[in-house]
């Protein structure tokens, strides 16, 4: 009875042995929670190295293994697979300077310079507008463009930020988000000390997420009295929140702070002991060789928006000199009423483009530097490169995949020439974050297209009214 019963158990494991074998050949698989497999791995890593045939395993929201497809299906199993051969698998990209919900100013006043553009235009559209809700509509309208262009980490400087920390949250994004403080009433805070004790509110309530690092955000040095910008850096030393800042973007910010303070910005910044290695300064189209070398040494990340610079005519900032220094230089989009996108593939083209022709030299900046910009060094700017920017054991699973076959991408002669000059935002195809799937085939797992485009355009039926803007094209 006994023999009968193991010859039968033993005839069994063979007829499974040949259905099932890799339950038999591979019992040392691990388990974990996905894995992209097939593709090309643009890893960003201190190698820069580039897999063909690549593979990744993803628990907890990390990145767990990256090696060859054999080797990571060899060695993990799990319960979703990402496949992706003949496709680009690429860090997520990080846009490095946004105010969000002004994709609902978006094409509000063109073709003005800045200050004009700020004081006649946007300070009222903003006092007149945002609410609490505006600013949730306008979140979810950038959350939504960027998600689908592959963007999966933002740095953003607003007003209600504490909201647009939930909305981000709530679709799966990561986000460095600063709470903007400013010396005149705001639209959520009538004054500074208002707007401090938010802030604090706002920072206890997310410091610890996986998704959100709460910032807070002073304006610009001409907009923030001195007194308040040493509030500011006490709360971010106090607290460990970044600060986020707008600094040296035109020449006349330059010229009124000498006439103010007898000095440059940032030379004044860091005489009142407002730089370190928590300030993200966007911007920085003027600063004089010493004020690059005071950036450096202090660790200051610099976030280069070049369409929003050339669009106010604002400059073109020394970018070349900044990576040649090996500053920390990220790239962002800057606010969509100054862009007037969140698109980080256009961005890293006209940054690689825009320093070839005012120098004079195509050499001057390579579209791999361009790409490092949008990855490994947008996630120094932002202080967060042991996180982000790169497929590397440890970091956070942000991940986007990419289309390779699009028209204006063959033949495909040079993976970083590819990615800089050719591919489109509307070429990703799958964007994980933190380890979850955000969208997938290009379909939205976490936000509703139909539904956020509805409310804005509502919306934008309100700002028109707001500032008596003839109706018709806009
Ligand atoms: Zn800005």
Same mark, same amino acid.
């Given at each position: 009875?006994?023999?009968?019963?193991?010859?039968?158990?033993?005839?069994?494991?063979?007829?499974?042995?040949?259905?099932?074998?890799?339950?038999?050949?591979?019992?040392?698989?691990?388990?974990?929670?996905?894995?992209?497999?097939?593709?090309?791995?643009?890893?960003?890593?201190?190698?820069?190295?580039?897999?063909?045939?690549?593979?990744?395993?993803?628990?907890?929201?990390?990145?767990?293994?990256?090696?060859?497809?054999?080797?990571?299906?060899?060695?993990?199993?799990?319960?979703?697979?990402?496949?992706?051969?003949?496709?680009?698998?690429?860090?997520?990209?990080?846009?490095?300077?946004?105010?969000?919900?002004?994709?609902?100013?978006?094409?509000?006043?063109?073709?003005?310079?800045?200050?004009?553009?700020?004081?006649?235009?946007?300070?009222?559209?903003?006092?007149?507008?945002?609410?609490?809700?505006?600013?949730?509509?306008?979140?979810?309208?950038?959350?939504?463009?960027?998600?689908?262009?592959?963007?999966?980490?933002?740095?953003?400087?607003?007003?209600?930020?504490?909201?647009?920390?939930?909305?981000?949250?709530?679709?799966?994004?990561?986000?460095?988000?600063?709470?903007?403080?400013?010396?005149?009433?705001?639209?959520?805070?009538?004054?500074?000390?208002?707007?401090?004790?938010?802030?604090?509110?706002?920072?206890?309530?997310?410091?610890?997420?996986?998704?959100?690092?709460?910032?807070?955000?002073?304006?610009?040095?001409?907009?923030?009295?001195?007194?308040?910008?040493?509030?500011?850096?006490?709360?971010?030393?106090?607290?460990?929140?970044?600060?986020?800042?707008?600094?040296?973007?035109?020449?006349?910010?330059?010229?009124?702070?000498?006439?103010?303070?007898?000095?440059?910005?940032?030379?004044?910044?860091?005489?009142?002991?407002?730089?370190?290695?928590?300030?993200?300064?966007?911007?920085?189209?003027?600063?004089?060789?010493?004020?690059?070398?005071?950036?450096?040494?202090?660790?200051?990340?610099?976030?280069?928006?070049?369409?929003?610079?050339?669009?106010?005519?604002?400059?073109?900032?020394?970018?070349?000199?900044?990576?040649?220094?090996?500053?920390?230089?990220?790239?962002?989009?800057?606010?969509?009423?100054?862009?007037?996108?969140?698109?980080?593939?256009?961005?890293?083209?006209?940054?690689?483009?825009?320093?070839?022709?005012?120098?004079?030299?195509?050499?001057?900046?390579?579209?791999?530097?361009?790409?490092?910009?949008?990855?490994?060094?947008?996630?120094?700017?932002?202080?967060?490169?042991?996180?982000?920017?790169?497929? $590397? +054991?440890? *970091?956070? @699973?942000?991940?986007?995949?990419?289309?390779?076959?699009?028209?204006? !991408? %063959? =033949?495909?002669?040079?993976?970083?020439?590819?990615?800089?000059?050719?591919?489109?935002?509307?070429?990703?195809?799958?964007?994980?974050?933190?380890?979850?799937?955000?969208?997938?085939?290009?379909?939205?797992?976490?936000?509703?297209?139909? $539904? +956020?485009? *509805?409310? @804005?355009?509502?919306?934008?039926?309100?700002?028109?009214?707001?500032? !008596? %803007? =003839?109706?018709?094209?806009?």
């Amino acid at each position: 009875m006994l023999k009968n019963a193991l010859t039968f158990s033993f005839t069994i494991a063979l007829i499974l042995s040949f259905s099932f074998p890799e339950v038999f050949t591979q019992p040392q698989r691990k388990k974990v929670d996905m894995l992209i497999l097939g593709g090309t791995v643009i890893t960003m890593d201190e190698k820069r190295r580039v897999l063909t045939d690549g593979g990744i395993a993803i628990a907890q929201g990390r990145i767990l293994d990256v090696g060859t497809r054999a080797e990571i299906q060899k060695r993990y199993g799990a319960p979703e697979t990402i496949y992706a051969t003949d496709k680009i698998i690429i860090p997520g990209l990080i846009n490095g300077h946004t105010h969000i919900p002004m994709t609902l100013f978006r094409g509000l006043a063109d073709d003005l310079d800045l200050q004009e553009w700020l004081t006649k235009y946007i300070f009222p559209a903003e006092a007149k507008n945002v609410t609490e809700e505006f600013v949730r509509v306008g979140t979810r309208l950038g959350l939504l463009e960027m998600v689908r262009g592959g963007t999966t980490t933002y740095c953003d400087m607003y007003y209600f930020e504490d909201a647009i920390a939930e909305e981000t949250a709530k679709a799966g994004v990561r986000g460095v988000l600063g709470e903007t403080l400013i010396d005149f009433p705001a639209p959520d805070n009538k004054t500074y000390q208002e707007g401090l004790a938010y802030t604090e509110k706002y920072v206890k309530n997310w410091q610890g997420h996986d998704l959100i690092v709460p910032a807070i955000a002073p304006h610009a040095p001409y907009t923030v009295s001195e007194e308040h910008l040493k509030a500011a850096r006490e709360f971010s030393d106090r607290t460990g929140a970044p600060i986020v800042i707008h600094i040296s973007e035109t020449k006349r910010e330059v010229e009124d702070i000498i006439k103010d303070k007898g000095q440059r910005p940032i030379e004044y910044l860091e005489r009142i002991g407002f730089l370190n290695n928590k300030v993200i300064a966007a911007h920085v189209v003027w600063p004089s060789d010493d004020e690059i070398g005071i950036l450096k040494r202090l660790g200051v990340g610099v976030v280069h928006n070049p369409q929003s610079n050339m669009k106010l005519a604002a400059g073109v900032a020394p970018v070349p000199k900044m990576l040649a220094e090996e500053l920390r230089v990220g790239l962002g989009t800057d606010g969509a009423a100054s862009n007037n996108d969140l698109n980080l593939w256009e961005e890293m083209d006209t940054a690689a483009k825009l320093h070839k022709v005012f120098s004079g030299d195509p050499k001057i900046l390579s579209a791999q530097q361009a790409f490092e910009m949008a990855t490994i060094l947008g996630a120094k700017a932002l202080h967060l490169e042991k996180e982000i920017g790169s497929i $590397e +054991i440890g *970091k956070r @699973a942000d991940i986007a995949v990419v289309h390779r076959d699009p028209l204006h !991408q %063959l =033949p495909l002669a040079n993976i970083y020439s590819d990615l800089v000059y050719a591919t489109k935002a509307s070429d990703v195809q799958t964007v994980v974050i933190n380890g979850r799937v955000v969208m997938r085939d290009r379909r939205l797992l976490t936000l509703n297209e139909a $539904e +956020i485009k *509805k409310s @804005a355009l509502a919306l934008r039926e309100r700002v028109v009214k707001s500032l !008596q %803007l =003839p109706a018709s094209g806009r």
